[in-house]
């Protein structure tokens, strides 16, 4: 028997009345698509803690569960959000309390549910609060809340709403009530319904948990790069100065970086939200002469560790950074973005591109992907790499100071343990969990080999960039690839012969073949290399010097007889220049007795100190170079892969 696969037009129109007559008897009869409907008043804090109350509809069965995640996308780590969640109450519609049962940290089990009228409960922030039951983990700051009353109020909402069983997809509203001259700096839609009230709404659970607010007094900035209006807000913990004027420069630069990679950007608008910790104190402690280490280790037992970064979300990214004072705030700000570039980078993968276990999280009994590969390591080699092409760095930099530094940290997993797919899949365990940093070092170092592998076997057709935007296309933010099958789907876009790459040094534990790749690119790889080098011109230098606590500075604090350079005490040097001063073009030291100059910030302004390089003997680990001579078809992959073109005359 065959079924039609049309109706009738008769058909048609009967389906139509009969749709409009169940719509029109639902009206009158009151029943109304269910929604969340949350109520906050920020007005009302109590002790860093604030009340939140859920209006809700009745349900049929007598027990129903509310949850607080386990875990959110993106952090890789247990949070357990209900450990925050005091004084959890369920009110029927005489508001008589309703029972409720607690078995574990995020779960509470509602009695009498058919008789469910609303909810309420009060948020402890995860900044601050000793959680309910300890726990091995914090939340990250980065996906955690924070309330500072009267100065500002950080929600990521795992820590503030929670979900009935079941319930994930039902739409969300959240009205509220905030401090005069108070506003929402976030990617969700809002509509300001009273003086101070101001509604905001998702479309369901998953986009509430992938979008960050943060209450304070305006600091906003917008701006339009292509097709995207981009939003930057700011907010700090005891500075009440303007911050976007001085983050503007370096986002816009990240963001224009990545049109450049892109084209476009795949969303019509995008908010940057930057919330500065004060660690001034601690930037004071580093200038100090003496017992620096033991007044930084008295600090930290009392602060803790600051800690920073950022947590990326489709529409929106959520900052947290330490200020350590105003001697080191303009360089933060030029170190936010390449953080920035990485954050934005994740709107391709994983928020437009991955498996159904990102795709389809389960907030309470997670199941991680084995792809951190693709997720983390792409994402992270593509930020550096979109840096290099667009000319933020040098070929130099990006060769012989970026990726020579992941490759260096990468050769540090334990390989003959695990594989990169093993790691990812158990990366809650904690045996696991202590190589998960290594997503951003071996793997944005076997993204590099991967794409290499890809330009080769192509011919130049095609690299990495090509096949992930592919596979974007293909899928979406909404349409999950399939965990076990991707690499196969995405070997079949390139060639045959890269399933040996992935089934080698992906997912089986062989060594990275570093100089077999490289090769392809015309640069060579040594792992271990003796040889004569020039001093480092402070390490091998007749000076002391203060520990560097942001990016590559450092400060002389001692300068002895032997010193070739030229310090005085209280000059201020980037640690990190020894390959723009010593390495040529290819690689090579520049000859012993060449003059070098080298800049320093001398009392707030820069001198230029020339001196003449001397030579040490020294092992190398990790070294490379070009060879001296490279063929047309090395010189037409390396255009390939860091141009992204095809080299004119090549």
Same mark, same amino acid.
């Given at each position: 028997?065959?079924?039609?696969?049309?109706?009738f037009p008769? #058909?048609?129109?009967?389906s139509?009345?009969?749709?409009?007559?169940?719509?029109w008897?639902?009206g009158?009869?009151?029943? *109304?698509t /269910?929604v969340?409907?949350?109520?906050?008043?920020?007005?009302?804090?109590?002790?860093?803690?604030?009340?939140?109350?859920?209006?809700c509809?009745?349900?049929?069965s007598?027990?129903?569960i509310?949850?607080?995640p386990?875990?959110v996308?993106?952090?890789y780590?247990?949070s357990?959000?209900?450990?925050?969640?005091?004084n959890?109450k369920?009110?029927?519609?005489?508001?008589?309390?309703l029972?409720?049962?607690?078995?574990?940290?995020?779960?509470?089990?509602? @009695?009498q549910?058919?008789?469910?009228s609303?909810?309420?409960?009060?948020v402890?922030?995860t $900044?601050?609060?000793r959680?309910a039951?300890g726990?091995r983990?914090?939340? $990250?700051?980065?996906?955690?809340?924070?309330?500072q009353?009267?100065?500002? !109020?950080? $929600?990521?909402?795992?820590g503030?709403f929670?979900?009935f069983?079941?319930?994930?997809d039902?739409p969300?509203?959240?009205?509220v009530?905030?401090?005069?001259?108070f506003?929402g700096?976030?990617?969700?839609?809002?509509?300001?319904?009273?003086?101070?009230?101001?509604?905001f709404?998702?479309?369901n659970?998953?986009?509430l948990?992938?979008?960050?607010?943060?209450?304070? /007094?305006?600091?906003?900035?917008s701006?339009?790069?292509?097709n995207t209006k981009?939003l930057i807000?700011?907010?700090?913990?005891?500075d009440?100065?303007?911050?976007?004027?001085?983050?503007q420069?370096?986002?816009?630069t990240?963001?224009?970086?990545v049109?450049?990679?892109?084209d476009?950007?795949?969303?019509?608008?995008?908010?940057?939200?930057?919330y500065?910790?004060?660690e001034?104190?601690l930037?004071?402690?580093?200038?100090?002469?003496?017992f620096?280490?033991?007044?930084?280790l008295?600090?930290?037992?009392?602060?803790?560790?600051?800690?920073?970064?950022g947590l990326?979300?489709?529409q929106s990214?959520f900052?947290?950074?330490?200020?350590?004072?105003?001697?080191?705030?303009d360089?933060l700000?030029?170190?936010?973005?390449?953080?920035?570039?990485?954050?934005?980078m994740?709107?391709?993968?994983?928020?437009?591109?991955?498996?159904?276990l990102?795709? *389809?999280?389960?907030?309470i009994?997670?199941k991680?992907?084995k792809h951190? $590969?693709l !997720?983390?390591?792409?994402?992270?080699?593509f930020?550096?790499?979109?840096r290099?092409?667009?000319?933020?760095?040098?070929?130099?930099?990006?060769?012989?100071?970026?990726?020579?530094?992941?490759?260096k940290s990468?050769?540090?997993?334990?390989?003959e343990?695990?594989?990169?797919t093993?790691?990812?899949?158990n990366?809650?365990?904690?045996?696991?969990?202590?190589?998960f940093?290594?997503?951003y070092?071996?793997?944005?170092?076997?993204?590099?080999?991967?794409?290499l592998e890809?330009?080769?076997?192509?011919?130049?057709?095609?690299c990495?960039?090509?096949?992930?935007?592919?596979?974007?296309?293909?899928?979406s933010?909404?349409?999950?690839?399939? @965990?076990?099958?991707?690499?196969?789907e995405?070997?079949?876009l390139?060639? /045959?012969?890269?399933?040996?790459?992935?089934?080698?040094?992906?997912e089986g534990?062989a060594?990275?073949?570093?100089?077999d790749i490289?090769k392809?690119?015309g640069?060579? !790889?040594? /792992?271990?290399?003796k040889?004569?080098?020039?001093?480092? !011109?402070?390490?091998?230098?007749?000076?002391?010097?203060?520990?560097?606590i942001?990016?590559?500075?450092?400060?002389?604090?001692?300068?002895?007889?032997r010193?070739?350079v030229?310090?005085?005490e209280?000059d201020i040097?980037?640690m990190?220049?020894?390959?723009?001063?010593?390495?040529?073009?290819?690689?090579?030291?520049?000859?012993?007795?060449s003059?070098v100059t080298l800049?320093?910030i001398? #009392?707030k302004?820069?001198?230029y100190?020339?001196?003449?390089v001397k030579?040490?003997?020294?092992?190398?680990?990790?070294?490379?170079r070009?060879f001296p001579?490279?063929?047309?078809?090395?010189?037409f992959?390396?255009?390939?892969w860091?141009?992204g073109?095809?080299?004119?005359?090549?």
């Amino acid at each position: 028997m065959k079924i039609a696969k049309h109706v009738f037009p008769y #058909q048609q129109w009967f389906s139509r009345i009969v749709i409009a007559i169940a719509l029109w008897g639902a009206g009158l009869l009151g029943i *109304e698509t /269910p929604v969340y409907h949350y109520s906050v008043d920020l007005t009302r804090i109590v002790d860093d803690r604030f009340e939140v109350k859920l209006s809700c509809a009745e349900f049929a069965s007598d027990k129903v569960i509310f949850y607080f995640p386990k875990i959110v996308p993106g952090t890789y780590q247990i949070s357990d959000f209900g450990r925050y969640i005091k004084n959890f109450k369920a009110y029927d519609q005489l508001d008589k309390i309703l029972p409720v049962a607690h078995p574990d940290c995020n779960t509470f089990i509602i @009695e009498q549910s058919s008789r469910l009228s609303s909810i309420s409960y009060w948020v402890d922030d995860t $900044w601050d609060a000793r959680p309910a039951g300890g726990g091995r983990h914090k939340p $990250w700051p980065m996906s955690g809340t924070n309330t500072q009353a009267s100065r500002s !109020y950080i $929600w990521n909402a795992g820590g503030v709403f929670g979900f009935f069983a079941g319930q994930l997809d039902v739409p969300v509203e959240i009205e509220v009530n905030l401090p005069e001259n108070f506003y929402g700096v976030t990617a969700l839609p809002q509509v300001k319904i009273s003086n101070n009230t101001y509604l905001f709404k998702a479309s369901n659970y998953r986009q509430l948990i992938d979008s960050p607010i943060m209450f304070t /007094p305006p600091d906003t900035l917008s701006l339009t790069v292509k097709n995207t209006k981009i939003l930057i807000g700011a907010a700090h913990e005891s500075d009440s100065s303007h911050l976007v004027q001085r983050l503007q420069p370096s986002l816009s630069t990240a963001v224009e970086a990545v049109v450049t990679f892109l084209d476009t950007l795949p969303t019509d608008h995008y908010t940057f939200i930057y919330y500065f910790t004060d660690e001034h104190r601690l930037g004071g402690i580093v200038t100090q002469k003496h017992f620096v280490i033991l007044k930084m280790l008295a600090y930290f037992i009392k602060n803790g560790l600051p800690v920073g970064g950022g947590l990326e979300h489709r529409q929106s990214s959520f900052y947290t950074l330490p200020d350590l004072g105003p001697n080191y705030f303009d360089r933060l700000c030029q170190l936010n973005s390449e953080i920035a570039i990485h954050e934005f980078m994740h709107i391709i993968t994983p928020l437009g591109l991955h498996s159904e276990l990102i795709g *389809e999280i389960d907030f309470i009994t997670p199941k991680m992907s084995k792809h951190l $590969w693709l !997720y983390e390591g792409v994402t992270e080699y593509f930020a550096q790499l979109i840096r290099v092409r667009s000319r933020l760095i040098s070929p130099q930099d990006f060769l012989f100071k970026v990726m020579r530094s992941k490759i260096k940290s990468g050769e540090r997993f334990p390989n003959e343990k695990m594989s990169f797919t093993e790691m990812s899949a158990n990366v809650l365990k904690k045996k696991y969990q202590v190589q998960f940093l290594q997503v951003y070092q071996r793997g944005a170092a076997m993204a590099m080999l991967l794409d290499l592998e890809i330009i080769r076997l192509t011919n130049g057709k095609k690299c990495l960039a090509d096949v992930i935007l592919e596979l974007a296309r293909k899928y979406s933010p909404d349409n999950s690839f399939n @965990e076990e099958t991707f690499i196969d789907e995405f070997v079949d876009l390139v060639h /045959p012969d890269l399933r040996q790459f992935f089934t080698k040094f992906v997912e089986g534990r062989a060594e990275l073949p570093y100089a077999d790749i490289l090769k392809t690119v015309g640069i060579e !790889y040594l /792992p271990r290399l003796k040889e004569r080098c020039p001093r480092h !011109y402070v390490a091998d230098n007749d000076v002391k010097r203060q520990l560097g606590i942001i990016d590559d500075f450092t400060q002389i604090t001692h300068v002895g007889k032997r010193d070739f350079v030229g310090f005085k005490e209280g000059d201020i040097v980037n640690m990190n220049l020894y390959h723009q001063l010593y390495l040529d073009s290819l690689g090579n030291y520049i000859p012993e007795y060449s003059t070098v100059t080298l800049p320093v910030i001398r #009392q707030k302004q820069t001198v230029y100190l020339p001196f003449k390089v001397k030579y040490i003997e020294k092992t190398t680990q990790y070294r490379l170079r070009f060879f001296p001579e490279r063929t047309a078809e090395q010189r037409f992959y390396y255009h390939i892969w860091l141009d992204g073109r095809k080299p004119v005359g090549i």
